[in-house]
């Protein structure tokens, strides 16, 4: 009995322990991201502690949780504990740490991602994140925590907070200004949200010491959600060290004439988007970074540097001046790749032929974008001799990795020689899969200004002859020499004007590699590629605008790939006018191959800003010009790309070019799937088509969706004659409403060939959403092959309905109508939404009873979403939601159908709340057929969303 006692009381403490804390347990961390975060761990600390220091992580959500985003932030402090011993951390959820006693064991908090109304109170000990601030008491304890910190705060300690951590008390319903002021911002929207592209930001301070040497230069990329702080934030009250760049950071949608889409609400007038800011409060001190929606940028070290430093700096140990800055509204150049890691590098090293040819060419286009970085290059240069030399990967990344060193460059003279070592073993193998090495190999090693000859023979000092030689190979030798030998005179015979083209360039790779002045070369017209890629490599180096405007002149000398190399190098010039004057030097008139040189380097650079111009001046473009632009568009292939593309499309008469248009649009869609906008300026474009090329094109985009517009296109084309290509466009239809327009068509047919395409296009539908009733019955009865109905009978048992289960029954297919039936049995519908409910919650919006429900436990805002999935296709027509708490459903949605979560398309539909505010009924325009029903928020709400229990009626 004693034994039992002891162990029953420790339960119990256990228990009472995990509820005081109000914890939610997180979905744990893969261990390959943990290695990631473990790998970019600073290896020394910003500032010695000038005592042992303690910090609370503080990670408790009532509002929206970000669950891998608080899991990178403790795996980066854990590391930075155990690696440094910085700083000791504790882990709690438990709201109590904010009474001022328990707050005086820190140095400082971190707000890890917490929301909302975190420090009040649990009104259910059984669900964490409930509180109720309208209890007088709760309020009370509420507001005595937050004023705690700020006196913690006040008296000395220090507080970070991390991306959401400025989403606290910040809605009417809990606000604490105090709180908000004290933090230096709240959150009042995200318009750059997580799935962006990636934004661009601004060092505003690049000599503080939390910012100094983490980045090279002023600005930098990064893809993340943005948050966008509303009243509580004054530039005057804080030092901002990063801001984001609105100029380089498109909102979706943004882009065009202002009409479609619209640009979301609520972006700051001003352009001022603090990004990370320090400011003194009292005696103590507070900062804010903005990164940590999910884990992804925690395996970036300088994000961990970052945070390092401003957790340092809360802490008291390094020291940074936290006077205001002026807002500058200064716009920066940064490269449109990251620097590939050798990590990144190294992924393709089981690549075969013909795979993965966007992907290798990023990487190109990235090691040329930073070639300019020396320490970087020297970095993947020797990684790419290891690998060479031990013969790592597959023959086609062996290929890659000389590719990669001639973008990079070889160093020096020493480099070079274990490189001709390399190049001399690889020659001696006779297969076709090495030779393609070796002569890459050998052009990253010409392009050193050297040959697979040793230039430093022992038996043999080379001697610089008296006069210029004759041949080519000694003048080669004799520039190679000059080259490698930095001490050795340049004689004077030896000028750009003594030498042809190819001899012009290697002296101009001879005197950037001694360090001299090369820039004469740039005033020579050329007549060969030789030459003007050397031209284009010093401008990428030395060169101004101007010098790029003589490289594109005699495009006409280059290649297709050629051009490739020659685009990377202009774009790699550092100038932050570089866009804008490419764009307008666009706009004049080009030859073809000058068009296609400006398109191919406008393509390698971020231009967001300046698409509007595109867009704009392309419809008053030459051919040559449009398909430059089109290449360019090509190269970015954005959602606003297709859209404005499009749009152009509209609003053109004819349409010469629609095969690249489209290849363009294609490209845009194997970037961005198709979303409901993009779709909308598609469909409104089809409309506009007559050309059966051109709407067979528009037909691709049709299933994308599957919307019920769609199918009404459909229809209109089949009746004007498109008839074929209709029917196979229904046959790709990702749910169940293309069986009725295509059931109407095979009953209209006698063309025995027609009516079989008509009835595979049917089957095919029914085989990925399920059959309704009405045509599984027709497919029983009518099918043409045998081959349609047998598949149909396995797509009847695979998806079944009751009403599927009876027609087998019905025409004596009794094991597979009980094989049906099996299936049914065991489907029961399922509950899903977009906040962090539990797997009990979820049960409760579909357990048949309306007193249990599943709620958001705070306002919820655009994009929060809830879906049930009934498991087999049903027919629906209305859907009842019967709601926990009185009037708790949005009245700003969408209403979306499919016959899976990836196949949802819009459902027109009108929304009626009831007088006593417990039911919500969504009545649908038309009935549709689906497995799935999703409803998502469209607009930002001061409610919360509770569902009872979700009802169908067909």
């Known amino acids: 009995m004693k034994k039992f006692s002891l162990i029953a009381?420790?339960?119990?403490?256990?228990?009472?322990?995990?509820?005081?804390?109000?914890?939610?347990?997180?979905?744990?961390?893969?261990?390959?991201?943990?290695?990631?975060?473990?790998?970019?761990?600073?290896?020394?600390?910003?500032?010695?502690?000038?005592?042992?220091?303690?910090?609370?992580?503080?990670s408790r959500t009532i509002g929206w949780r970000h669950n891998t985003g608080i899991l990178g932030a403790n795996e980066m402090l854990s590391n930075l504990s155990k690696n440094l011993g910085i700083f000791e951390v504790v882990y709690s959820e438990d709201p109590a740490e904010f009474e001022a006693e328990n707050l005086k064991k820190y140095d400082a908090v971190i707000l890890n991602n917490t929301t909302q109304a975190f420090l009040a109170p649990s009104s259910d000990p059984k669900n964490p994140k409930s509180v109720n601030l309208k209890d007088p008491e709760a309020k009370a304890i509420s507001d005595r925590r937050c004023q705690n910190l700020i006196d913690f705060v006040n008296n000395g300690g220090g507080v970070f907070a991390i991306h959401a951590g400025v989403d606290c008390y910040n809605y009417p319903h809990n606000r604490n200004k105090a709180f908000t002021d004290m933090i230096g911002g709240e959150f009042i929207?995200?318009?750059?949200?997580?799935?962006?592209?990636?934004?661009?930001?601004?060092?505003?301070?690049?000599?503080?010491?939390?910012?100094?040497?983490?980045?090279?230069?002023?600005?930098?990329?990064?893809?993340?959600?943005?948050?966008?702080?509303?009243?509580?934030?004054?530039?005057?009250?804080?030092?901002?060290?990063?801001?984001?760049d609105e100029f380089r950071s498109p909102i979706p949608g943004a882009f065009g004439d202002g009409t479609y889409p619209k640009k979301p609400r609520k972006v700051r007038t001003d352009g001022d988007i603090a990004m990370v800011w320090i400011k003194s409060f009292g005696k103590g001190r507070v900062a804010y970074g903005a990164w940590g929606h999910g884990w992804d940028n925690y395996p970036r070290p300088e994000i961990q540097e970052l945070y390092m430093r401003l957790i340092q700096f809360v802490c008291g140990d390094l020291d940074a001046d936290t006077t205001p800055l002026p807002f500058?509204?200064?716009?920066?150049?940064?490269?449109?790749?990251?620097?590939?890691?050798?990590?990144q590098i190294r992924e393709f090293s089981s690549l075969s032929y013909g795979e993965k040819d966007e992907q290798i060419n990023r990487l190109l286009y990235a090691l040329y974008a930073n070639n300019t970085d020396k320490d970087y290059c020297k970095k993947i240069e020797s990684f790419v001799y290891d690998e060479l030399k031990s013969d790592s990967g597959s023959a086609v990344y062996r290929a890659l990795l000389a590719e990669a060193l001639r973008a990079v460059g070889i160093s020096s003279d020493a480099n070079c020689v274990k490189f001709q070592k390399v190049l001399e073993r690889l020659s001696k193998a006779k297969d076709y899969d090495t030779r393609g090495i070796c002569?890459?190999?050998?052009?990253?090693?010409?392009?050193?200004?050297?040959?697979?000859?040793?230039?430093?023979?022992?038996?043999?000092?080379?001697?610089?002859?008296?006069?210029?030689?004759?041949?080519?190979?000694?003048?080669?030798?004799?520039?190679?020499?000059?080259?490698?030998?930095?001490?050795?005179?340049?004689?004077?015979?030896l000028t750009f004007e003594a030498l042809d083209d190819k001899g012009k360039a290697k002296l101009l790779y001879a005197l950037w590699l001694r360090g001299e002045d090369a820039s004469a070369a740039l005033k020579i017209k050329p007549q060969s590629a030789d030459l003007l890629i050397a031209q284009a490599f010093l401008v990428s180096k030395t060169g101004k605008l101007s010098d790029m405007d003589t490289i594109i002149e005699s495009a006409e000398l280059l290649n297709g790939n050629q051009k490739k190399v020659v685009s990377a190098f202009l774009a790699s010039l550092k100038d932050k006018g570089i866009a804008k004057h490419l764009l307008d030097k666009s706009m004049k008139k080009n030859s073809p191959a000058q068009a296609e040189l400006i398109a191919q380097t406008l393509?390698?650079?971020?231009?967001?800003?300046?698409?509007?111009?595109?867009?704009?001046?392309?419809?008053?473009?030459?051919?040559?010009?449009?398909?430059?632009?089109?290449?360019?568009?090509?190269?970015?292939?954005?959602?606003?790309?297709?859209?404005?593309?499009?749009?152009?499309?509209?609003?053109?008469?004819?349409?010469?070019?629609?095969?690249?248009?489209?290849?363009?649009?294609?490209?845009?869609?194997?970037?961005?799937?198709?979303?409901?906008?993009?779709?909308?300026?598609?469909?409104?474009?089809?409309?506009?088509?007559?050309?059966?090329?051109?709407?067979?094109?528009?037909?691709?985009?049709?299933?994308?969706?599957?919307?019920?517009?769609?199918?009404?296109?459909?229809?209109?084309?089949?009746?004007?004659?498109?008839?074929?290509?209709?029917?196979?466009?229904?046959?790709?239809?990702?749910?169940?409403?293309?069986?009725?327009?295509?059931?109407?068509?095979?009953?209209?047919?006698?063309?025995?060939?027609?009516?079989?395409?008509?009835?595979?296009?049917?089957?095919?539908?029914?085989?990925?959403?399920?059959?309704?009733?009405?045509?599984?019955?027709?497919?029983?009865?009518?099918?043409?092959?045998?081959?349609?109905?047998?598949?149909?009978?396995?797509?009847?048992?695979?998806?079944?309905?009751?009403q599927i289960v009876d027609l087998l029954k019905k025409k004596g297919l009794n094991k597979e109508a009980d094989k049906a039936a099996e299936v049914l049995k065991n489907l029961k519908p399922t509950f899903d939404c977009s906040w962090s409910a539990s797997p009990r919650e979820k049960k409760f919006a579909v357990d048949g009873n309306p007193k249990t429900y599943c709620c958001t436990n705070a306002f919820f805002s655009k994009g929060t979403w809830i879906q049930v999935d009934f498991g087999y296709p049903r027919q629906v027509s209305k859907i009842v939601y019967r709601l926990g708490k009185v009037f708790d459903f949005p009245r700003d949605y969408q209403l979306f159908a499919g016959a899976n979560a990836e196949s949802l398309a819009p459902v027109p539909s009108k929304l009626e709340i009831s007088r006593d505010g417990w039911t919500a009924t969504l009545t649908l325009e038309k009935p549709v057929v689906a497995n799935v029903l999703k409803v998502e928020c469209t607009k930002d709400t001061r409610r919360h969303w509770t569902i009872g229990e979700v009802e169908v009626s067909q």
Not at 31 to 51: E, F, H, L, R, T
Not at 212 to 228: A, H, R
Not at 446 to 462: F, S
Not at 785 to 792: L, Y
């Open 9 to 58: 009381t420790i339960l119990a403490a256990s228990a009472g322990l995990l509820f005081s804390q109000n914890k939610l347990v997180d979905d744990p961390m893969p261990q390959d991201m943990k290695d990631k975060i473990a790998k970019a761990c600073p290896v020394k600390p910003a500032a010695s502690p000038k005592k042992p220091r303690k910090i609370l992580s503080f």
């Open 189 to 244: 929207s995200h318009p750059w949200g997580a799935g962006n592209i990636a934004e661009t930001f601004v060092i505003d301070d690049t000599q503080s010491p939390v910012t100094k040497g983490i980045w090279k230069s002023d600005g930098f990329k990064l893809q993340d959600e943005i948050y966008m702080v509303g009243e509580s934030y004054d530039r005057s009250k804080c030092r901002v060290l990063i801001r984001l």
């Open 328 to 343: 500058t509204n200064k716009s920066v150049y940064v490269p449109m790749y990251d620097q590939p890691t050798v990590e």
């Open 439 to 493: 002569g890459r190999l050998s052009n990253a090693i010409d392009h050193y200004a050297t040959e697979t000859v040793n230039l430093k023979t022992k038996d043999k000092p080379y001697q610089v002859p008296s006069a210029l030689p004759e041949k080519a190979l000694d003048q080669t030798r004799l520039m190679r020499f000059l080259a490698v030998n930095k001490e050795a005179k340049i004689p004077s015979y």
């Open 603 to 802: 393509g390698r650079l971020d231009i967001s800003g300046e698409m509007n111009e595109i867009y704009a001046a392309y419809p008053n473009m030459d051919e040559a010009q449009k398909k430059a632009m089109l290449e360019m568009m090509a190269s970015i292939a954005t959602k606003d790309v297709f859209i404005n593309l499009l749009k152009i499309y509209e609003k053109s008469e004819s349409h010469p070019l629609f095969g690249q248009e489209s290849r363009v649009l294609f490209r845009c869609l194997s970037n961005n799937p198709m979303d409901a906008e993009m779709f909308e300026a598609a469909l409104s474009a089809a409309k506009k088509a007559k050309d059966p090329k051109e709407i067979a094109v528009f037909m691709r985009f049709m299933p994308m969706l599957s919307t019920s517009d769609g199918i009404d296109f459909c229809i209109e084309q089949y009746k004007a004659g498109n008839k074929e290509v209709v029917v196979k466009t229904l046959g790709d239809w990702k749910n169940a409403s293309a069986l009725k327009p295509l059931l109407q068509i095979c009953k209209s047919l006698r063309n025995q060939r027609a009516l079989t395409l008509a009835q595979i296009s049917l089957v095919n539908v029914g085989k990925r959403a399920g059959f309704d009733a009405e045509s599984a019955e027709y497919i029983l009865n009518k099918a043409v092959r045998a081959e349609e109905k047998e598949v149909a009978i396995e797509a009847m048992q695979a998806k079944p309905s009751p």
